[in-house]
């Protein structure tokens, strides 16, 4: 092997006689013009130079670059559908490593490393940039997926599409475009890396940027087109008109009620839809799928006249009240109020349930606002129009404690029907202060129906006038002014005393009446249990009130006579006035007695 780094050390004037010194005459010359061949290439790291095949071994092929040494190259770099290396052959190799001036280090026979396959792979490279410039539209084949996009084969380089940039809206798995023949524009080229990266969503972006100019110019309101789902949203969907989007809102999907966009329509299905209405300066459609058939709500009072029956399906239960359908998009609400004539509703779920079929009135028809107003209870006989039959005033009934509150108690007389038993109806003597003092909920009781008002639906019981009323006649006759009895002290106020003469019925002592002296606190005299004799004062039937005295238990007539004069003329009456009366029991206007016949 000639070493060629000693030729180029050699004069120009001596190198043909230095060269035949070394090889033959015949020799001599070639390796002189060999010699200055390769002076002519630019023999530097990453340069595709031309080389000749000298030797050729099972492994490797030695190439001669016409430099200083070879280089080898392996012959797997020869592909299966080229033909075999011969020596002799010359092939475009690139440098990939030079030695320095005494060889490399490691290299005992101090050759270059060259490289056939990346050779080539510059040339293509070289081939495609004459061929394509960024913003170029190019064809390619998807030839797999890789790490952050898919690889595409534009002839014979492979060029970087980004997941991001493969579609408008990223696709579920972009695998599936593999194997496809897609076109995209030449986003950017690298040169330095050799690196090409495209785009076939900003294609489609300039595609549908000119179709979306031509289709805003023949679009019009009114106009049925055909479009794509491209997406669904809880409110409505988004359908492609061929270039635009446009909303197809879910209470424009059908006349009837729809829970979601899915029970209409699905991505990618082809539909018809109605043009509603164009903002051509934002570039907004709205879009009707169910203006395409004919409102049912057209002639609605002619179908549903006020008044008439019908039956209904209960879409959906509010706390307000429940919807119910009389056809497909036709549906009217059933207030709560509207429910029952009797029950106390405390939600409709209580009487109905998401698909009951039920009877209806129409109790009101708004064409405007496609309302109907609907009434359950107007289907059935209102039982409180026969109340005044089954319940006239002064009839004895049974019923049940429903609830009780601070004014009275509400009786069940049957189901949906109470009476008001009011706190003052429940007792001739006894003061009630709460009507639990008496009843309790759930409890069976006798009533007697007081009065009965049909227009606001209300029924007055009464509990004490199942007796006769002790004061017109008992309490009087037992009870008489003068008179002395016994009882018991139940509650003290700052203006005196009550005393309970007998179960339910109680007088009371004024603190006026409770001693000679003046009293300014009642509880220094007497206390609440304390049992007791007092004088009655006065018994008043029409206030149903009972006066008493302590201070006068023994006083005689003398004193009550003079008494009564005293009260007459502080009060300034005439003293024939009080010839037959004495004050007492209630202040200056307390009851009166009459005094002793006897002068």
């Given at each position: 092997?000639?070493?060629r ?24 010359e070639e390796?002189?013009f060999?010699?200055l ?11 595709l ?5 000298v030797?050729?071994n ?25 033909d ?7 092939v ?13 280090a ?16 510059i040339i ?5 940039m004459?061929k394509?410039a ?9 030839v797999?997926?890789i ?11 492979h060029?970087?599409?980004?997941g991001?940039?493969?579609d ?9 475009f ?15 890396r ?23 110019k ?8 055909k479009?794509?789902?491209k997406?669904?949203a809880?409110?409505?969907a988004?359908v ?8 197809l ?6 006349w009837?009620r ?11 299905q ?42 209904g399906?209960?879409?959906n ?12 998009g ?37 064409p ?5 107003s609907?009434g359950?209870?107007?289907?059935q ?9 089954r319940?006239?005033?002064?009839t004895?009934v049974t ?7 601070n004014?009275?108690?509400f009786?069940?007389?049957?189901e949906?029907?109470?009476?008001l ?13 709460h009507?639990?003092?008496m ?20 029924i007055?019981?009464?509990?004490k ?9 008992d ?7 003068g ?6 002290v ?25 001693a000679?002296q003046k009293?300014e606190?009642p ?7 304390d ?16 006066g ?16 009564a ?5 502080e ?7 009080v010839e037959?009366?004495?004050k007492?029991g ?5 009851p ?5 016949s006897?002068?």
């Open positions: 092997m000639v070493n780094n000693l030729i180029r050390n050699l004069e120009d004037d001596d190198i043909l006689a230095e060269l035949a010194l070394l090889v033959p005459a015949d020799q001599a390796l002189l060999e010699a061949a390769a002076e002519q290439q630019d023999y530097a790291q990453g340069k130079v031309d080389g000749r095949i030797e050729i099972d492994e490797w092929a030695l190439i001669d670059v016409g430099f200083k040494s070879e280089g080898t190259v392996s012959l797997d770099e020869w592909g299966g559908d080229e075999p290396p011969k020596v002799g052959d010359t475009k190799v690139l440098i990939e490593e030079m030695e320095d001036e005494l060889g490399a490691d290299d005992p026979y101090g050759m270059i490393s060259l490289s056939k396959r990346k050779a080539e792979k293509e490279w070289e081939d495609m004459d394509v960024e913003g170029q539209v190019v064809t390619g084949t998807v797999r997926k790490k952050g996009g898919l690889l595409v084969e534009l002839g014979v380089i060029v970087f599409l980004p991001s940039q493969v408008i809206r990223r696709p579920g798995d972009i695998g599936d593999i194997g496809r023949v897609i076109q995209a524009e030449v986003l950017k080229i690298d040169d330095m050799r690196n090409i990266v495209i785009s076939r969503r900003s294609l489609i972006e300039r595609q549908r940027e000119e179709d979306r100019a031509y289709l805003m023949e679009l019009e309101v009114g106009q049925i087109r479009g794509v789902v997406n669904i809880d409110f409505g988004f492609d008109l061929g270039g635009i989007d446009g909303l809102h879910i209470t424009d999907m059908a009837e729809i829970g979601h966009p899915t029970e209409m329509v699905s991505i990618d082809e539909i018809e839809v109605k043009v509603l209405h164009i903002d051509r300066e934002k570039q907004k459609i709205a879009l009707g799928l169910k203006q395409k058939d004919r409102n049912p709500w057209e002639n609605i009072e002619e179908k549903y006249p006020v008044n008439s029956d019908h039956k399906e209960v879409v239960v509010m706390s307000y009240g429940a919807f119910v359908k009389l056809e497909p036709i549906e009217g609400l059933v207030h709560i109020s509207e429910m029952s004539w009797t029950k106390r509703v405390n939600h409709p779920s209580e009487l109905v349930n998401i698909g009951d079929e039920i009877d209806v009135k129409i109790l009101g028809v708004d405007a606002g496609q309302q109907l609907l359950m209870k107007q289907t006989k209102n039982p409180w129009d026969e109340v005044l039959e319940y006239p005033e002064g004895d019923g049940k404690v429903r609830n009780l509150t004014y009275g108690a009786i069940e007389l049957e949906g029907i109470d009476g038993l009011h706190v003052s109806d429940m007792s001739w003597t006894r003061k009630i202060g009507p639990s003092e009843l309790e909920k759930g409890q069976e009781i006798a009533c007697r129906v007081l009065s009965v008002d049909e227009e606001r639906r209300r007055a019981l009464g509990l006038q199942l007796d006769n009323d002790p004061w017109d006649g309490i009087p006759d037992k009870y008489q002014p008179q002395l009895v016994k009882g018991k139940t509650k003290i106020t700052n203006f005196g005393v009550f005393i309970s003469l007998e179960d339910g019925l109680e007088g009371l002592l004024h603190i006026s009446e409770l000679e009293v606190d509880e220094e005299v007497v206390k609440v249990g049992d007791i004799e007092v004088k009655v004062l006065r018994v008043d039937t029409d206030e149903r009130k009972i008493l005295s302590l201070k006068r238990v023994e006083w005689g007539e003398e004193q009550e006579r003079a008494a004069a005293a009260e007459a003329a009060n300034q009456v005439p003293a024939s006035s037959g009366e004495l007492g209630l202040g200056s206007a307390g009166l007695f009459p005094p002793s006897e002068e």
